[in-house]
Structures are given as structure tokens and as C-alpha cells.
């Protein structure tokens, strides 16, 4: 009796598990619609854009949709090699590393004003003397810089690679500056420049124009009191990514729902965007030549 107790404990859990890979498998087309964003501005500022668009894609994809902020750039690469979530908005660098370690796929990205495309600058208080990047560093020594995030393309990737190759930055504990810090947002470095608490830092273009215009809009400074000092190459702007797995007609469908947004609080927590358009691997070739150089893909 016992003998047969145990063939059939056996069958059940074998019929579960086999269940559960299932739901793992069609994770994207049944259950909750899962997506992750980096917190490329601070969480308060982003979450009624966030609440709108879980309600919008909810209608639209006829499932119930939960957006969250993931606490870093790590966690949504991890989410995506493990099919954990179904979508996911990132930085360049953040996708690259998960399309080299899982085959992640880039469908979407963000156009501002006409473009997809945006900027990585170093900004400074428009108090300071400096007019240009040289200008500071010829003042390096005495320099408090702040970046974004070290997975951050335009805070910390492409700035990082400048300044390491004029022979100024190596890492958080090698540099030539006065001090380094990673201030986990784009709006923190601008605020701690306006501040003054730190002297010059990497903000992501577009983020930064957002910024300005709502600061504007309450009536305060911060497109005055701060000043542009340095600007890369053109970016091609931040993708919305599906794990590898992801299959065509759920792509489709994702496309079609971000081509009717038009919420403007939607829209403005991703870097101020006009509209979502189509996206490819093959747009992000630079950053991945940049991710390379500087040893950013492990």
C-alpha cells in the first residue's frame, strides 16, 4: 500500500511541476501582464504616468497589467534572462547586457520632439567659470562629479568613456577628480548641481528638457542656474525590451497598444516623449562598441 502511496506522490508532483514550466512558457499570453522600469528619475515623480499606463495597457491588452520600478538596473537585466517579466523599459547599456547574456529583444523606443535620438551631457551651476569640458578639467583636482547610475548609458557609460579616454576616469576609486559619486537618478544629479553640492555632472538630454520644462512650469530656475559644458554624439533613444521568448503576435500586439498613447503624463515620464515608435537591435550598435571598450558587459 505504501509502495503505491509513493508511485502516485511521485506522479503528482511531476504533473505540477510540468504544469508550472507550462505557465512559465505561456507566461506571456495568459495572467498578469508584468512590467519593469529603471528609476531614471526619483520614484514619486514618475508614479502617476505609471498608474496611467497600467490602466491604459490593461484595457488595450484585455489583462490585467502591473507596472513597477525595479530598485536598479540589475534587477530588470535579471528579470529578463529568467523570464520573470514580460516587458521592460531601460537604458541602452541595461539592454545590451541583457541581449548579450539572454538574447533580450528591443521593439519600442521613445521619440521626443521628432527624434529618437538624445544626448549624454556634463552639466555645472552656471555660477562657475567653466564654459567648456577642458575648462574643468583643467580645474580637475578640485572637482566634485556626479554620475547617475554605473548602468546608466548616458549618466555614467558614454560621459565614463570620455573622460577615460582623455586619461581622467577609471572607476568610482581611480579618477583624477576631487571626488566621485553615482547618485542613482538623472533629476538627483541635476538637483545636486543646481545645488552646488557637487560641481559638475552626467544627465541624460532628454530627462534633463523634461526636468526643466516642469520646473518651469512652477515657476522656478533650473534651466537658468545650469549650464551644459560638454555633449556626446547622438544616442538612439531608451528601448522598451520583451525577454527572448516572446513571441511575434504578442509583440504585435504590444506595438499597437504604445502607438495610441497619447497621455501626456504618460508620455512625459519617459523623457518628455512625443510618441513610441518601433525599435531594433541594430539601433544600439554604438552603445554596445562603447559597453565594450569599457568593459561593460560581464
Not at 261 to 275: K, M
Request: proline share 3%; hydrophobic share 40%.
Amino acid at each position: 500500500m505504501k509502495k503505491w502511496l509513493l508511485i502516485f506522490s511521485i506522479v503528482v508532483t511531476l504533473t505540477a511541476c510540468g504544469t508550472v514550466d507550462e505557465a512559465d512558457e505561456n507566461r506571456d499570453v495568459e495572467g498578469v501582464f508584468e512590467i519593469a522600469v529603471i528609476p531614471s528619475q526619483s520614484t514619486g515623480e514618475m508614479q502617476t504616468g505609471l498608474n496611467n499606463l497600467e490602466e491604459f495597457l490593461t484595457e488595450q491588452l484585455g489583462r490585467q497589467v502591473v507596472v513597477e520600478q525595479y530598485p536598479n538596473y540589475n534587477a530588470v537585466v535579471e528579470a529578463l534572462n529568467y523570464n520573470h517579466i514580460d516587458l521592460a523599459f531601460l537604458g541602452p547599456l541595461t539592454y545590451l547586457i541583457a541581449h548579450e547574456q539572454s538574447g533580450a529583444q528591443a521593439i519600442l523606443t521613445i521619440e521626443v520632439d521628432g527624434s529618437s535620438f538624445y544626448h549624454s551631457y556634463i552639466i555645472t551651476n552656471n555660477n562657475e567659470n567653466w564654459e567648456d569640458l577642458d575648462d574643468l578639467l583643467a580645474d580637475v583636482n578640485e572637482v566634485d562629479f556626479a554620475f547617475a547610475s554605473i548602468s546608466s548609458t548616458s549618466g555614467h557609460l558614454i560621459p565614463g568613456l570620455h573622460l577615460r579616454q582623455l586619461g581622467y576616469y577609471d572607476s568610482e576609486n581611480e579618477h583624477s577628480f576631487n571626488q566621485i559619486q553615482f547618485a542613482g537618478s538623472h533629476d538627483i544629479v541635476a538637483s545636486l548641481v543646481q545645488s552646488g553640492e557637487v560641481d559638475a555632472g552626467a544627465v541624460d538630454s532628454a530627462i534633463l528638457e523634461s526636468l526643466i520644462n516642469e520646473d518651469e512650469e512652477e515657476g522656478g530656475t533650473l534651466g537658468e542656474d545650469l549650464k551644459i559644458i560638454w555633449q556626446s554624439e547622438p544616442l538612439y533613444q531608451y528601448p522598451w525590451v520583451v525577454p527572448a521568448e516572446t513571441n511575434d503576435e504578442i509583440i504585435t500586439e504590444i506595438q499597437k497598444a504604445f502607438y495610441e498613447i497619447d497621455d501626456p503624463e504618460i508620455l512625459r515620464v519617459f523623457g518628455g516623449a512625443s510618441r513610441f515608435v518601433e525599435a531594433d537591435d541594430s539601433q544600439y550598435a554604438d552603445v554596445l562598441e562603447a559597453a565594450r571598450e569599457f568593459d561593460m558587459l560581464d
